[in-house]
């Protein structure tokens, strides 16, 4: 049985990776040239503006050079799960059961549970490897121009690196299968793949992301808040930090409002918030060594989605008549 559902799958696993090593051979490349780059210009090591070397003109040289490459790479490895699932997960079953070929499958001694299994596992398996595998190489490949992608936690930088890019394939993968299962309709498959991956992607991202761990405060007067200028270009926050939250008081201690329409295109941001009565701010924020812990939270949940996606597929193959 599994050889039987290699011979199925080999075609759009080896097409599968082809493209995952084309992209990574893409991003070791890059990785190499950002090197050279940094030594060239005496600026090795850094990953943010700071002291020393690492000026913010020529950390912004560096954004200039690198920017076209960090805006289209995150873009490509955002598509690659969904990609997968239209083109491995969804198929895998409905063109069986369109085409009639299940019904050969099913009467060679080998019950539905082990279609199911051995088909999922043969096709799924391996493409669940590589996207793993691209993504820790995506890291590494991304770390010297951690100052041009705002740092690992950022979007779409999270997304496309360490543990996640493999979570969400599973997740595309598991969405094609069931609504395989479900619809026996390779093109209806597809197009609930491209639906549900993004309502998941962008509602837990953006809802639930923030909340897997408990973020930093830092607090200052406008002053020691907006002094970018007496800090050589260097935010009150690291620069890699994911702001999550913030909060203004007055100089009663109270909380005011802010509004960054009401300032006028001539005043410095500190005018406008000591204008609207603001003496004190803090922020809420994820340093960029929660990276590991959002990512290991954020891909048991996707995980988990998975898992109850697969088992639906299960149980409507174990259900309907096929």
């Not at 007496?230 to 203004?248: F, I």
Request: charged share 15%; glycine share 12%; proline share 3%.
């Amino acid at each position: 049985m599994t050889w039987v559902a290699w011979r199925q799958q080999r075609f759009q696993l080896l097409m599968s990776a082809l493209l995952i090593t084309a992209v990574a051979a893409v991003m070791v490349y890059y990785r190499f040239s950002a090197d050279a780059y940094m030594q060239e210009h005496g600026i090795a090591g850094c990953l943010r503006i700071d002291e020393g070397a690492c000026t913010a003109s020529a950390m912004n040289a560096l954004s200039d050079t690198y920017k076209t490459y960090v805006s289209v790479i995150p873009m490509v490895l955002l598509c690659l799960p969904v990609l997968l699932g239209m083109f491995a997960g969804a198929p895998l079953f409905a063109r069986e059961i369109e085409q009639g070929t299940h019904v050969f499958g099913l009467t060679q001694s080998v019950g539905r549970g082990r279609w199911w299994a051995t088909k999922a596992l043969v096709a799924g398996a391996p493409l669940t490897l590589l996207m793993l595998g691209l993504g820790l190489l995506g890291f590494w490949a991304l770390r010297p121009l951690n100052h041009v992608t705002r740092g690992p936690l950022m979007t779409p930088g999270f997304e496309t690196q360490g543990l996640t890019l493999a979570a969400y394939t599973v997740l595309a993968f598991a969405v094609g299968v069931a609504a395989g299962l479900l619809f026996r309709n390779t093109l209806v498959a597809m197009a609930v793949v491209i639906g549900l991956y993004l309502v998941a992607l962008v509602g837990i991202g953006g809802a639930a992301r923030p909340h897997y761990l408990a973020a930093e405060r830092v607090s200052g007067t406008v002053a020691q808040s907006t002094g970018e200028s007496e800090r050589g270009g260097r935010s009150w926050l690291p620069d890699d930090a994911w702001r999550v939250g913030s909060a203004y008081y007055g100089a009663d201690g109270r909380a005011v409002a802010f509004n960054p329409s009401g300032c006028e295109g001539t005043e410095t941001i500190q005018t406008c918030l000591t204008k609207q009565g603001v003496v004190k701010q803090s922020a809420d924020y994820h340093p960029v060594s929660h990276f590991w812990g959002l990512q290991a939270v954020e891909s048991g949940v996707f995980l988990a989605l998975s898992a109850g996606l697969l088992g639906l597929g299960a149980w409507a193959l174990r259900r309907r008549v096929l």
